[in-house]
């Protein structure tokens, strides 16, 4: 179903409506949890942030801004996600042994993953447009091609090729800046 009549409908208080996005979305919802959960969420934090998320789309759906319901969405579960990492850090963090902050070892990882996120971000951006964007929609919002081509208005072959070569070029990128892994 058109993602236009789902906005109107959920903005209509349409319970029916919700259930679709629901169905619809589940999948990239608990795609960006778990990317963001990098494997520090239960199954069952996953579940509960990706039912945060229909909730809180619910509660704010005056908000939704037609043509951008898939954005709207993928927002609320970032920031659902974040917030129950931060809970879940706050709590392990009252619970971890001082020997392990001590080490480092904790602060180590989080360094070199901001780093590498950092560097990722600046060498998408790099890239330009269209490419930046076709990489996002590909790798971060899980799109395939076909669903890129039609949203972008590109033709099919001209996006797999860029995905193709923008992933080469970003290799090349990351690997000139000093990631090697």
């Given amino acids: 179903m058109d993602d236009i009549l789902l906005a109107q409908r959920l903005k209509n208080n349409d ?12 999948p990239i ?3 960006i949890i778990n990317n963001l959960a990098c494997g520090h969420l239960s199954t069952e934090d996953i ?7 229909f909730i809180a789309l619910w509660y704010s759906r005056e908000k939704i801004i037609d043509e951008k319901l ?12 974040r917030d129950k990492l931060r809970k879940a850090d706050d709590e392990e963090m009252a619970d971890v042994d001082e020997t392990v902050v001590v080490d480092g070892l904790m602060v180590a990882d989080q360094v ?7 560097l990722l971000r600046e060498s998408v951006e790099s890239l330009g447009e269209p490419d930046s964007e076709i990489i996002i929609r590909h790798y971060y919002y899980y799109q395939p091609a076909s669903e890129i081509s039609e ?3 590109l033709n099919l072959d001209t996006v797999k090729s860029k995905i193709r070569r923008t992933k080469e070029k970003l290799k090349k990128i990351l690997f000139e800046r000093g990631y090697t892994r």
């Fill in 112 to 118: 070199e993953n901001a780093f590498v996120n950092k």
């Fill in 151 to 153: 949203r972008m208005k």
């Fill in 70 to 81: 898939r954005g709207f969405i993928c927002r609320i579960a970032k920031n659902k996600a």
């Fill in 15 to 26: 319970e029916t409506a919700l259930e679709e996005v629901i169905k619809k979305f589940t």
């Fill in 29 to 31: 919802v608990s795609t």
């Fill in 47 to 53: 579940e509960e942030v990706a039912s945060d998320t």
